[in-house]
């Protein structure tokens, strides 16, 4: 889905912007000279690479490099692309852009590799994202004219993944780096699994055009299948196991869907690709940028700042994590989603720190004084400067479940108090409301009044606040459960309820918007991995059991009048394949696998299960 929804943003902006557009595309073809090259790496592969260069001689430019494996396109040195970037001040700065097919992808050669991973180079034609870049800018620097020695990297969602790998054994000249949405850690939190739990209805939708196969350098790829349906929801209920996909689509082609099915826990296949151990001694000045209604890569954008600033504290590291979707700071206004109203247009506060960025860095232009974190707050609708994220002020306090459906931030002193029910597989708690095909791109701030009366969706809420709670940080789920089955999967859900009346709609005809229970965070945790992502265990049938995990941050202010709600299901489909509620391989089951299970969650002085958040104000 990573280039579909980047495709969906541009085409959206191009179409209301068109004429922003035309002019950019003019601006482009009387400014720059355009020239194609394949660069050789150390190994002898070339890489595809289109390079423009501005017309104007009479200064020294610096590079913006951007590595992608979604084609460079269009080729062709007659043939120019409307727009560079979605950026017009950095497009109208002036650089050298560089665009370029990663190795084994498009029209560059070699072997593509998913998240290749860091290697140390034992030799000179050890190979990697890093050393592909390094070679890529030593060509760059010897052979354009008119550069000023400086290089600029950037990228949004995989390309955010090339521009973190090209960070550890940095060219010299590499001197301003921004990845931006990157795919950071695919089992843990990024595209491919959350903690565990793999999310079916993204990669299998990806993964069909995606994985296709090719036999040299293409122009274009084709598709795994060309299967279609309506109703996400009941195609992927009636396709069975998730084996399926395979014996009924796929037919074993897709080298990268077999990887992800292969490797179904935290082995060396994934621990290889998790970049954040190599983010180490890390020279060039970084901008990470993310947003808090990304479905794909919200934990990679937080997690790769943190890693940053863990192991190369001198680094100057900044990040900006603003009220978007999965690359949304490119559209050309985002002042709105999920019925938020932003009162600003977000995506120019963004522009703005990413055009003095690279000025400063590559052209001694201006000044970057940009605070280390720039987080917008939802609920408050306010961009808000830190030293450090999380903020060094927030306060840890626990928000309580408790009998009756009620959360508070008091422990309970109730004893033995539980609720018992049973989750099927056969009917899964869906993850939205919509009958579509695709992934509900709103799901991430969506009403959740649509599942909260189920009975295997357990819900607990404040009292009505008596004044604004700012929440800063992780959310850290501490649960005690036992169930009838071996394994369950966790939904949790961090929810803002408004206020009687609040957002009342002016057609007296709309639906009601009181009491609306807006998602503020959502995440998932495969029971089987409580302990170790690396070696899975079974649930003990009847056994109360710690159940731990954490959810991606959050920056939001629950206003005087809401309520805090915490809910708790146990599917979240088919955004998430199916669990089948017994400890076996969920890549081989067969139907007759899947079973329901009664499950009891606690809630009493003895097994205090709660939520653990970060207070700012």
């Not at 043939?79 to 084994?104: C, H, M, W």
Request: hydrophobic letters at 35%; one cysteine or more.
């Amino acid at each position: 889905m990573k280039k579909i929804l980047l495709l969906l943003l541009f085409c959206t902006t191009v179409s209301v912007y068109g004429q922003t557009a035309k002019e950019d595309s003019t601006f482009l073809r009387e400014n720059y000279v355009k020239i194609e090259r394949l660069i050789p790496m150390r190994d002898g592969v070339k890489l595809f690479t289109a390079i423009y260069i501005p017309k104007d001689a009479s200064q020294k430019y610096p590079f913006l490099l951007t590595r992608t494996p979604y084609s460079c396109a269009p080729y062709g040195e007659d043939n120019y692309p409307r727009r560079l970037t979605s950026n017009q001040a950095l497009f109208r700065e002036k650089y050298i852009f560089v665009r370029q097919d990663v190795r084994g992808r498009y029209m560059s050669e070699g072997q593509f590799e998913e998240v290749t991973p860091h290697k140390p180079k034992k030799s000179k034609k050890d190979t990697d994202e890093s050393s592909d870049t390094f070679d890529t800018i030593e060509w760059l620097l010897k052979n354009i004219r008119n550069n000023n020695g400086r290089v600029g990297l950037t990228g949004i969602s995989y390309p955010g993944f090339y521009a973190t790998a090209a960070l550890p054994d940095a060219h010299p000249a590499l001197k301003a780096v921004s990845p931006q949405a990157p795919v950071t850690d695919e089992f843990i939190g990024d595209d491919a699994y959350h903690n565990g739990a793999f999310f079916l209805l993204d990669n299998a939708s990806f993964m069909n055009s995606f994985d296709a196969p090719r036999n040299g350098p293409v122009q274009q790829y084709g598709r795994l299948s060309n299967h279609r349906f309506k109703n996400a929801y009941d195609f992927y209920l009636e396709l069975g196991p998730i084996k399926n996909v395979n014996e009924l689509y796929f037919k074993q082609r897709g080298k990268i869907w077999n990887e992800y099915l292969e490797h179904n826990t935290y082995d060396a296949y994934w621990q290889a690709r998790n970049i954040r151990q190599h983010l180490k001694n890390i020279k060039p000045a970084v901008l990470v940028v993310g947003g808090w209604f990304d479905a794909e890569d919200l934990f990679g954008a937080l997690r790769t700042y943190e890693a940053i600033e863990k192991q190369s504290p001198a680094n100057k590291n900044h990040l900006v994590m603003g009220p978007w979707t999965h690359g949304a700071w490119a559209a050309a206004t985002w002042d709105k989603y999920a019925g938020y109203t932003f009162g600003s247009n977000t995506a120019d506060y963004f522009k703005d720190i990413e055009t003095r960025f690279f000025n400063y860095y590559l052209k001694d232009k201006g000044s970057f004084n940009q605070a280390e974190a720039s987080i917008f707050e939802t609920g408050s609708n306010q961009w808000r400067e830190y030293e450090s994220w999380p903020p060094r002020h927030a306060k840890s306090e626990k928000l309580y479940l408790q009998a009756g459906g009620k959360l508070s931030f008091t422990a309970p002193e109730t004893e033995n108090t539980h609720i018992e029910y049973i989750s099927d597989p056969a009917r899964p708690v869906p993850y939205t409301a919509n009958h579509i095909a695709w992934r509900d791109p709103e799901y991430m701030a969506a009403d959740q009044r649509f599942v909260s009366t189920r009975p295997d969706v357990q819900v607990f809420q404040s009292e009505i606040l008596t004044e604004d709670i700012t929440l800063s940080g992780p959310l850290v789920v501490n649960f005690f459960f036992s169930t009838s089955g071996s394994d369950a999967d966790f939904v949790v859900k961090l929810v803002d309820v408004l206020a009687e009346q609040e957002n009342a709609p002016a057609n007296p005809r709309a639906p009601s918007q009181e009491g609306l229970q807006q998602l503020v965070r959502g995440d998932v945790l495969r029971g089987k991995f409580r302990n170790s992502f690396e070696k899975p265990e079974p649930f003990i049938p009847g056994a109360i059991t710690p159940v731990t995990f954490t959810l991606n941050d959050v920056a939001h202010t629950f206003k005087k009048g809401h309520r805090i709600m915490i809910q708790v299901q146990h599917s979240w489909f088919p955004l998430v394949d199916r669990n089948p509620q017994k400890f076996i391989d969920i890549s081989k089951a067969e139907a007759s696998d899947f079973q329901k299970a009664t499950h009891q969650l606690y809630f009493s002085k003895q097994y205090p299960s709660h939520v653990e958040v970060l207070i700012s104000r």
